[in-house]
């Protein structure tokens, strides 16, 4: 079907089709532009959102209903993060095409209507010439006719001369000649009249048309286009949405009651046992009282020692300040706080050990070639690294002593005459105490004592011998339990390290300590 040949006398309604078409193409386009704009606020309302009902690090203390909310909010954030690329993938692909094709139509739009008006104007012109031709004509075939006209009256005329016939004669040829001249000449205007209509009909305004035909089917195919573009650019988003809501689902799932209420314990409870200390005063017989000095004070019945039901609330006293070994805590959270420092420290000391093991093996590799680093900046950085180490196994050592005077502290509460009668048989929480007992006690022992006593030289050459010897590579200076160290200083190995930084050494002087393993060199 072709517009040139079923359409050829519709240039109008051609035009204002196609007019409508572009017009329709640039209300979709703004229909875009809000569709992303929409898109781009909802985003971002979406991250405004979980920004303001983000959990605070604070409040987490381990709460699964936290856990899981903040694990939905950040799913939330992640779906806001989808509308955004919804936005992005219209504006940069959709947009701009239906844009670029608004601007193609407008242009070809606008060439074809000159073309066809230029066209249209020639053919104007051809009639206009025609008419002109065909005017000429009637005018010249009526100044004969009256030529003619006079002559015949004349000839018959019998009171003219002959001079004067001739004259009339002589005016006749001539209109008859000039009207000729105006008929060949309105003939040739009718053949290219009928050229000219013929080309216009047939072969012009028929490709024209078909050029607006082509333009409109290019721009429907384009919007065809454009519009699954639009909906794929949604639906490539759908799975990663769908992953979204299933991470809310599964944030759900973390939430278990029973863990928070455990949690809940964890927090708050102080590790004492609860002391029955309220006794009766037999006030007609004083001698058989109690005696304050025994044991703890008899509270009488009219002093008020606890606030709230029971002295439950008694803990919402103003907070003490805080200490080193966070003695001013309850013992359960004593302890708690306590092995939370000795794994940041023993998390500390993996890392720097791994540095200095690195920072060795560059050593090595810079004294075989000097020009690939500065192995004096690189020693003096590995001295600072043994340095941290040794801060950090002291460190450890503290800490460690702080949880083994804090769990005996815990052990000896838990046992006190005081306690309750009811509570008399191995609880749970003296259960948890043993272990946590024992646990410090084991990483006691995974730690060597920095400060050990001097040890006497009760055994003989041979057994000191062998653990075999070493060489001080760096200068240490010792404290007590450890010795001093100077460059090239040789060692009798006593005791290999254990894994936790340090080697049980005798020195040429018969003096046995703890030196760093980092700054010795097994002998061979």
């Known amino acids: 079907m072709s517009w040139g040949t079923k359409l050829w006398d519709q240039f109008e309604n051609i035009s204002t089709y196609t ?6 193409c640039e209300k979709f386009s703004h229909f875009l532009k809000e569709r992303c704009s929409i898109e781009n606020d909802y985003a971002a309302k979406l991250k405004k959102l979980v920004k303001s009902y983000s959990p605070k690090k604070k409040d987490d203390d381990g709460f699964t209903i936290i856990k899981g909310f903040e694990t939905m909010v950040k799913e939330l954030h992640d779906l806001a993060g989808q509308h955004e690329s919804i936005s992005e993938n219209l504006q940069n692909g959709v947009c701009k095409d239906v844009q670029e094709l608004i601007q193609s139509l407008k242009q070809e739009r606008k060439k074809l209507l000159q073309d066809a008006s230029r066209q249209e104007s020639a053919v104007q012109s051809q009639l206009s010439q025609l ?3 065909k005017k000429a004509y009637e005018k010249a075939f009526r100044e004969a006719e009256k030529a003619n006209d006079a002559y015949k009256k004349g000839d018959q005329d019998n009171n003219l001369s002959r001079a004067e016939v001739e004259k009339l004669k002589h005016a006749l040829s001539l209109r008859q000649q000039t009207c000729d001249d105006s008929k060949k000449e309105y003939a040739s205007e009718v053949e290219k009249t009928r050229t000219t209509q013929t080309e216009h009909y ?3 305004m028929p490709q024209i048309f078909n050029q607006f035909q082509d333009l409109d089917d290019r721009r429907i195919t384009k919007f065809k286009e454009c519009m699954r573009v639009s909906a794929e650019a949604e639906r490539i988003t759908l799975p990663i949405i769908a992953k979204c809501v299933d991470g809310m689902v599964d944030s759900a799932n973390l939430v278990d009651s029973q863990k928070d209420i455990q949690a809940v ?7 004492f046992s609860p002391v029955i200390d309220v006794v009766f005063e037999d006030l007609s017989n004083p001698a058989k009282n109690p005696s304050p000095a025994s044991g703890k004070p008899i509270l009488s019945v009219k002093s008020k020692v606890r606030s709230g039901l029971l002295g439950i609330f008694s803990g919402l006293q103003k907070a003490e300040e805080p200490k080193e070994d966070f003695s001013h805590l309850p013992p359960s959270q004593q302890r708690k706080q306590l092995l939370a420092k000795i794994e940041a420290i023993k998390t500390s000391i993996t890392k720097e050990t791994s540095q200095r093991d690195g920072m060795a093996k560059m050593l090595d590799v810079y004294r075989a070639n000097p020009k690939l680093g500065n192995v004096a900046v690189l020693s003096k950085q590995l001295e600072e690294n043994g340095q941290t180490i040794d801060s950090l196994h002291q460190e450890l050592s503290k ?5 083994s005077e804090s769990e005996n502290r815990l052990q000896d509460s838990n046992h006190t005459p005081n306690a309750s009668p009811c509570l008399g048989k191995r609880t749970d929480a003296d259960s948890r105490n043993a272990e946590s007992q024992q646990l410090a006690g084991n990483d006691a022992q995974n730690s060597p004592p920095p400060q050990s006593p001097h040890v006497e030289n009760d055994f003989s050459d041979d057994e000191f011998a062998d653990g075999g010897t070493c060489t001080a590579v760096y200068a240490y200076e010792g404290s007590e339990g450890s010795l001093n160290m100077t460059v090239g200083q ?11 930084g340090w080697t049980q050494v005798r020195a040429a002087d018969g003096s046995l300590g703890f030196i760093p393993t980092s700054y010795i060199q097994i002998d061979d």
């Open 131 to 133: 008419d002109k031709a």
């Open 265 to 271: 314990v964890n927090k708050f409870a102080s590790g």
């Open 19 to 24: 007019q409508k078409g572009i017009d329709f």
């Open 202 to 204: 047939h072969t012009v």
């Open 490 to 500: 040789k060692f009798t190995i006593i005791e290999h390290d254990r894994g936790d």
């Open 399 to 403: 800490y460690e002593a702080y949880l």
